[in-house]
């Protein structure tokens, strides 16, 4: 688990390699949809995060041009995410969209607490970092990526659903996506699960910590017993080697349980 490589952000906490014994698990080969979480939505009647604040963040270029004109607040380091009154799992880039053409893509404007919500409901779980992990390499060994050490794409083909051309201004969408790719896109791993990197961050049940790592359990590791930031793998739509090239299989980011965005979903795993 983990990589030794100077690829990443020292602050992730991305090393040292170190050797980790699970019991076996379950986990799904997708993330979860829309269509699934809109099923779960009308048996419980569940509201969201992002509906109890009203807003969520969306990235600038995928507002239209009438909810660009009511966006008065931004995130002051990254000013590339806008904060839209009205975006939700629902609608996620505002009031004015829907998810109607896309009830296959993963459900997204998704906190922590509703991932958990969900996945209670499901009769599952959110997988542990070290489950996610395992289960993303697909039976790889120390490989940068779900498939190998190659580039993303081969003989052409795209592999993943990143971020091309310049971010966060100029998205060619080579891959065939400015946004979320439907949640079964692309060849799946060698364990058979699809979109373990890019397409969308996925939730883990761990509390984040940089130094986990250092002193970790090397059987069935859970994270932190206390923190801040729950711990998010797999990347986005938006990651790009010149920001956030954290696609990689190793790598590792967080954000607080009550946070959503635009490119955050999650899995579900259970104990076998």
């Known amino acids: 688990m983990g990589t030794d490589s100077n690829e990443g952000f020292p602050d992730d906490g991305e090393g040292p390699v170190h050797k980790v014994t699970l019991k076996p698990f379950y986990i799904d080969a997708c993330t979860v949809t829309n269509a699934e979480f809109q099923l779960f939505v009308q048996e419980t009647g569940y509201v969201t995060d992002a509906e109890k604040f009203g807003w969520s963040f969306v990235f600038h270029s995928l ?3 009438q909810v660009a004109k009511t966006v008065t607040q931004v995130v002051p380091t990254a000013p590339w995410w806008y904060v839209v009154e009205g975006a939700d799992w629902q609608h996620p880039e505002g009031p004015d969209s829907d998810i109607s053409n896309r009830l296959d893509h993963p459900v997204v404007h998704v906190s922590w607490n509703d991932a958990v919500a969900y996945c209670a409901w499901a009769g599952k779980r959110l997988p542990t970092e070290a489950e996610w992990e395992y289960a993303a390499r697909g039976g790889l060994v120390q490989k940068r990526y779900p498939w190998g050490d190659s580039l993303l794409s081969e003989d052409g083909e795209h592999q993943c659903n990143i971020w091309q051309g310049e971010f966060p201004y100029r998205n060619t969408a080579e891959d065939g996506f400015v946004s979320t790719a439907p949640a079964k896109s692309f060849r799946p791993n060698g364990f058979g699960l699809y979109n373990v990197s890019g ?3 996925e939730w883990c049940a761990d509390w984040f910590s940089p130094n986990y790592y ?16 729950r711990v998010i793998r797999g990347g ?37």
């Not at 250092?214 to 930031?229: A, F, H, L």
Request: proline share 8%.
């Open 63 to 65: 507002v239209s041009e």
């Open 199 to 201: 397409n969308v961050w």
């Open 214 to 229: 250092m002193n970790s359990p090397t059987v069935d590791p859970k994270g932190p017993p206390i923190g801040q930031n």
């Open 236 to 272: 986005s739509y938006l990651c790009h080697e010149s920001y956030c090239n954290r696609y990689r299989v190793a790598a590792r980011s967080s954000n607080t349980p009550d946070s959503s965005t635009g490119h955050m979903g999650f899995r579900c795993a259970a104990d076998a």
